[in-house]
Structures are given as C-alpha cells and as structure tokens.
C-alpha cells in the first residue's frame, strides 16, 4: 500500500522525551529544578516532563565545552584519568546567550555547562527516572511490519533531484533517510517519476539511474574490489549475462530466491539498496526482519536465543568479474546494538549460509531455529508480494529488510542494483541532522550523540517542545 512522502519527517513518537513540552515554558529556567545529594555523587534534574537522577562522575567524563571540544586526551580520556571519583560542588540552572545550561562545578576545580535539551534527551539512555519507570530505549517500538500494516511512502525522482531550494532538499533528503533507517520507520520506500532510461548505459553498470539516485542521496556508493567504483550490478536473463553467472544458483532466474540480504558474506555488509527493474516482469518480495523475528520469539523462544547465538559460515567464489572473488565471513545471523538488547542487522542469504558453527549438542535446535526463521518469513501475513515491471524503483535498508523472487512472468528481464556502505549511510544522516540543528547547539555536544537521540533533538526542536529561551 504505498503511501505519499511528507515533505515534513513524520516519525512515531517512542521517547518520554517530548512529554510536557507541547505548551512551551517561556521561563524555562525557573521550571528546571536541580539538586545534588549530600555527597556530591548524583545530580537529580527535575524537567518539565520528568525527573532523572545523573552520576556526577559520568557528567564530568562527558563534558564537551572545555578547550579541546569533543576531543579526547590523556587529561580528559576517561581511561586515563584518576580511579578517585571526582564530586559536585555546585550545580544551578543558568542561562548563556539566551539558552538555559545546568552550570556544574566539581571538588577539582573545574566547571561545565550542559544544554538542558541535551541532557533531556540523552537521560534516558544514561540517567535513572525517578518515578521507576523502566526509560524507553531507541528500538523498544521496533517492532517491524507484517504486510496487512505496511504503508510504502514514495518520493518523486524529481524532488530528489531539485537544486532551487536548498533547504528543501535537505528536508526532503532527511525524510527518506527516516524513512529508510530510523527503528519505527518502514525501512522501504519507492521511488515514482522515473525517467526513461538509456539502455546501453544500464547493461554496461554505467551512469545508471539507481548509481545517480543513491549518489545524490548519500553522495557515494559501494565501491566494488574488483569492478572498482560506481558500477552497479545486474541480474538478468541475457544470454551474456545469464551465462556469466551459471556458477551462482542464486542468479538463475527460473527459480524462486529466498528472502536474503545481499552482501551477507562480505565482513562488513552495505545497508542501504537500490533495485530498478529495467525490462520484464517478476513477482518480488520484502520482508521485515524486526516483525519476522518478534514472531520467532513469541512462537518459539528456546529457537529465537538460538538463532540469536549461534554462528555460521557464508560464502561464495565469484568468478564472472574477470578474476576470482572469494568473498567469507563468519557471524551470527542477527546482530544487536552493542550493550543492548536492540536489533540492528540481519545476515541472513540462505543460498550462501555453508555450515552451522554452533556446538555439537546444539546444532540440531539451531537448524530447527533456521527453519523456523524462514517458515515466518514466507507468511503472506510476513512476505510482501509485489509485481515489478520496467520502472519501477525501490530503495531499503538491507539491515532490517530482506527482499527475494517468486517467479518471472516475462524475458528478457534486468535488474539492476546498487548499494551504499554503512559508513556512508550513518555519516550522511548525522551530517543532515547536524546541519538542521547547527546554531541551537554547539556541533561539539553533538558529536557523541547517539543517532536516535540526535534525531530525536531535532524533532523535538522542530515541534518547538523546547522552549528554553528568551
């Protein structure tokens, strides 16, 4: 069901962060009580919309206003500093250049100011609520899609493309990005409008509308070992393409290819995607791996931790680019954000998985978990079916959304994909959000702000929920 693009970031709203601030506080200063206790170890700050307690020593380990900003050395590495904790002496709301700041001063002599709106919005990954309230972490409403919910947004290739407004473009260009990475986004959108394209180009992985588009988004893509850079990949039935990669069943066309992520085997998998059919027909598929997963976990939970830890092998030789490609890694099928419980990346390509690595006595439940996996995922509730002809255009995150190939209806047929590092992809989206918060922040507090919270500041600026000014 596809759904139009905003032209304004629509996001669920999965923080406690903007609760309290949709009526301003014009007195924002007055409204913000802070408090240490008698030993100078904590620091309790009272917001409009809640109250969270923060270690004295995690505040003085994270300060980025002194000399060196953002940066680290062996007086501020935290490593390198003193076992001995250092206290608070003193903490106040003051105001600086017409903005609110918690001013801290500790038994060492030095002092920091701390944005209020920063420290709201990193509290609940850091700080303890005091109400006891379990705070929301990023991916908790990350739940994924099953098809019956699933709302596609779509953007016009020309809007991708439209240099008059700069402003604009970068709006535009963080609504995708949303849209294609944040925890409660789709992680899938399709892009209309598309232009004819020139055929010789396409074939010959040149100058092709997906390198352009995925370029303009990201400003870079994949650059390949072998091919080198911005050439883009295609599977077709040609005869000359077809009979390159005889060798690899997963680029035979008469047959069905499971939902996979590409790249699976490569030590650092792309995250982003594209996919544009150039000529003929086929019935596609996208899956959401959170949805898949969540109901792995509800339906089977001993499968669920298995799959979660137990490690295979993927590979393949690719020898259809002039020398051989041998292409390894070994890892877990699902990968979580370090520390947490939260999903980041599927590695999942069936054609490719060569042996489970998992111990002897559980090999057994983690084929039985593998199974199970696939089983939920080729669920009509869970498989989007879609039937691609020439034009049509998608771009997802490959980290969150699998994609494969019922059937092809008619030859001769191509895609042709292209993909974008992960790198890549998080250094465009911070430099966007950045960019849009440049002049309420100093950049030096943004720095070690974590995506979603970076994010989320945005919003919340935008929806002006803040109102810590004049």
């Known amino acids: 069901m596809p759904a139009t693009l905003d032209p304004e970031p629509v996001m669920t709203d999965n923080s406690k962060v903007t609760r309290g601030y949709s009526n301003g506080h014009n007195g924002a200063s007055e409204s913000i009580k802070v408090k240490t206790c008698t030993n100078g170890n904590k620091v309790t700050v009272t917001f409009p919309d809640g109250e969270f307690v923060y270690h004295s020593q995690w505040l003085h380990d994270t300060r980025c206003d002194g000399p060196l900003g953002a940066a680290r050395n062996v007086d501020t590495a935290i490593c390198a500093q003193p076992l001995e904790l250092v206290h608070v002496t003193s903490a106040k709301v003051t105001r600086n250049a017409g903005r609110a700041e918690l001013n801290v001063s500790w038994d060492n002599g030095q002092t920091s100011h701390f944005p209020v709106e920063w420290l709201r919005v990193i509290a609940p ?31 016009s290739y020309h809007d991708i493309f439209d240099d008059e407004d700069h402003i604009r473009l970068n709006q535009v260009y963080l609504t995708i990005l949303d849209h294609l990475l944040h925890p409660s986004s789709p992680g899938l959108i399709k892009i209309t409008n598309m232009p004819p394209p020139n055929f010789e180009d ?70 982003v995607q594209g996919w544009y059919i150039l000529e003929g027909t086929s019935e596609n598929t996208f899956v959401s791996v959170p949805a898949s997963l969540e109901t792995l976990k509800q339906e089977a939970p001993e499968l669920y931790v298995s799959l979660l830890n137990t490690p295979v092998a993927l590979g393949r030789v690719s020898g259809f680019y002039g020398q051989d490609v041998y292409q390894m890694t070994v890892d877990t099928a699902v990968s979580m954000v370090p520390g947490t ?79 974008v590092p992960e790198q ?35 919003r919340l600026f935008q929806e002006e929920r803040y109102s810590f000014t004049n």
């Open 125 to 155: 990954s850091v700080a303890s609520p005091t109400n006891g309230e379990k705070a929301t972490k990023p991916n908790d409403l990350n739940k994924g899609w099953q098809v019956d919910s699933l709302r596609i947004p779509e953007v």
């Open 202 to 271: 396409e074939l010959n992985h040149v100058n092709n509308l997906n390198t352009l588009i995925l370029k303009k988004l990201f400003g870079s893509v994949f650059a390949h070992p072998t091919l080198g850079n911005d050439k883009s990949f295609n599977v077709s039935s040609r005869a000359t393409e077809a009979e390159k990669r005889k060798e690899l069943p997963n680029y035979d066309t008469d047959q069905v290819l499971l939902p996979h992520a590409d790249h699976a085997f490569y030590e650092q998998p792309i995250q």
């Open 341 to 419: 419980k939260d999903f980041k990346r599927i590695r999942w390509h069936p054609n490719f998985i060569a042996s489970i690595l998992g111990p002897y006595d559980g090999y057994l439940e983690a084929r039985r978990a593998q199974q199970k996996f696939l089983e939920i995922m080729r669920r009509p509730t869970h498989q989007l079916s879609l039937k691609l002809g020439p034009g049509d255009m998608f771009i997802w995150d490959n980290y969150r959304v699998l994609h494969g190939r019922e059937r092809v209806y008619d030859t001769p047929r191509t895609g042709v994909g292209q993909t």
């Open 424 to 458: 890549v992809v998080h250094d465009k989206y911070r430099a966007l959000v950045i960019e849009l918060l440049r002049g309420r922040i100093n950049d030096q507090w943004l720095v070690h702000l974590p995506m979603h919270q970076l994010r989320e500041m945005l």
